[in-house]
């Protein structure tokens, strides 16, 4: 095949330009590969334009953490190089206790993440009420995570993608966008495009985000992708209201159930000074259409956290698609049996986050490095739940 830039340059197709997709690109492109990214419809416009940019280390389980501490270290790397449009904040996060057994989940996550290296404090009631005025002043208190911060990820994925040409001219390679017609068909070295064209690469990257896996029909046995839908209501501007990005400890439970249907506290004080109120969580949806009764659960939700949130207004709601795999870890890595058939998917509610991880990890395996982190757990190659 040929190339256009240097001619030992490897080509790597990256199908999908989410921030998945858009940090693969960066990622690659840091390292001298040439680069064609096909998006079907406009880059960042999925899963990453529809959601809130908390970048949260989390500590489901050990795998989920290791990605999520990685990623943040590479998002707080990257801090001083993001632009103004990205609207970096480390702002932390505080995980509100409303009883004693939420107190108890404040000091078993005080514990976990100490032990591992994160910086981490707990709030009593009166400075949980000092931190942040506008709460319920009978809450217990609060974990405070000051590393957690916030982005805007739709100018992320510009910010990434404009790195990406800036590194390719500077390793000599070709850097290539190719938007508004999906990939139909794939394999290790080659897509096809829905208008006819074929494009040939010697790696193949599938950041499809929840249309990853359609590519790939009986390639993964066991595993799925399955859209879970969660809506979002962003409120005018009222800077000061909170500080920090709020989540109620309940949240882990809604979070974790795999019954179709929760809601829990969750809000994010935007640059703008405006509030983002979050969040849902649905399976068996197919269209992000706003359902209002469980925006009007959102409210209530939020309300019974900070009793003056209904004197805010709303601008505008909208769901969007969290990309879910049944273990709750995205899918990184070769799909077996096609070394150069790259997986890069499923990161459900913490895509924005594991992205740069995620992307390292993707890079590493291109270029035959040794990874930070150990790959193991997000192999595709991992046993599914078996859908038959
Ligand atoms: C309500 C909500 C709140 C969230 N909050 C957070 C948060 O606070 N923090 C966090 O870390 N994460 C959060 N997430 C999760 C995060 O949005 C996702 O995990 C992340 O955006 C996934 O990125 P992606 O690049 O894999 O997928 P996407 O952004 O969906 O990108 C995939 C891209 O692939 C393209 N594509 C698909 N099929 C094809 C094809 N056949 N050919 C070509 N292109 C194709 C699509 O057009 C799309 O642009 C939230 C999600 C939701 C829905």
């Known amino acids: 095949m040929s190339h256009h830039g240097t001619p030992q340059a490897d080509r790597v197709l990256i199908v999908g330009a989410g921030i998945v997709g858009a940090s693969c690109a960066y990622e690659l492109t840091r390292r001298g590969y040439a680069i064609t990214v096909i998006e079907g419809g406009r880059p960042g416009g999925g899963a990453t334009a529809a959601c809130m940019g908390h970048v949260v280390v989390m500590d489901d389980s050990e795998a989920q953490f290791a990605l999520g501490h990685y990623s943040q270290r590479l998002w707080d790397e990257l801090s001083d190089r993001l632009p103004g449009s990205v609207e970096r904040d480390l702002c932390g996060t505080l995980w509100v206790a409303e009883d004693d057994e939420e107190m108890a989940a404040v000091h078993a996550k005080h514990a976990f993440y100490t032990e591992r290296g994160v910086k981490v404090e707990i709030l009593d009631a009166p400075a949980l009420r000092r931190a942040?005025?506008?709460?319920?002043?009978?809450?217990?208190?609060?974990?405070?995570?000051?590393?957690?911060?916030?982005?805007?990820?739709?100018?992320?994925?510009?910010?990434?993608?404009?790195?990406?040409?800036?590194?390719?001219?500077?390793?000599?390679v070709d850097f290539e966008l190719v938007c508004g017609t999906p990939v139909e068909r794939l394999s290790s070295h080659?897509?096809?495009?829905?208008?006819?064209?074929?494009?040939?690469?010697?790696?193949?990257?599938?950041?499809?985000g929840?249309?990853?896996?359609?590519?790939?029909?009986?390639?993964?046995?066991?595993?799925a992708i399955r859209p879970r839908k969660g809506h979002l209501v962003i409120t005018d501007r009222r800077p000061g209201f909170c500080r920090h990005q709020l989540v109620e400890l309940g949240y882990l439970k809604s979070a974790h159930s795999s019954g179709d249907s929760?809601?829990?506290?969750?809000?994010?004080?935007?640059?703008?000074?405006?509030?983002l109120l979050g969040s849902s969580r649905q399976f068996g949806r197919d269209?992000?259409?706003?359902e209002?009764?469980?925006?009007?659960?959102?409210?209530?939700?939020?309300?019974?956290?900070?009793?003056r949130l209904g004197?805010?207004?709303?601008?505008?709601?909208?769901?969007?698609?969290?990309?879910?795999?049944?273990?709750?870890?995205?899918?990184?890595?070769?799909?077996?049996?096609?070394?150069?058939?790259?997986l890069a998917a499923g990161h459900e509610g913490l895509g924005?986050?594991?992205?740069?991880?995620?992307?390292?990890?993707?890079?590493?395996?291109?270029?035959?490095?040794?990874p930070e982190i150990d790959p193991t757990p997000y192999l595709p190659s991992r046993p599914g739940a078996d859908h038959g």
């Open 190 to 208: 080659w897509v096809a495009l829905r208008d006819g064209r074929r494009l040939e690469g010697d790696w193949v990257v599938v950041s499809a």
């Open 287 to 290: 269209t992000a259409e706003v």
């Open 352 to 370: 924005i986050t594991t992205s740069l991880g995620t992307a390292r990890l993707i890079a590493d395996r291109v270029s035959g490095v040794d």
């Open 132 to 172: 942040e005025p506008e709460l319920r002043p009978d809450l217990l208190g609060a974990l405070r995570v000051p590393g957690d911060s916030v982005v805007y990820p739709p100018t992320a994925v510009d910010f990434m993608l404009s790195e990406a040409v800036r590194h390719a001219r500077e390793h000599g």
């Open 262 to 275: 929760s809601v829990a506290f969750n809000l994010q004080p935007r640059a703008t000074g405006q509030m």
């Open 292 to 307: 209002l009764d469980i925006v009007h659960k959102m409210v209530d939700r939020g309300r019974h956290f900070l009793p």
């Open 311 to 342: 004197e805010l207004q709303a601008v505008r709601i909208w769901a969007g698609f969290r990309p879910a795999t049944d273990d709750h870890l995205p899918l990184v890595g070769p799909v077996p049996g096609h070394e150069t058939l790259l």
């Open 210 to 223: 929840r249309g990853a896996l359609d590519l790939l029909p009986e390639a993964l046995p066991g595993h």
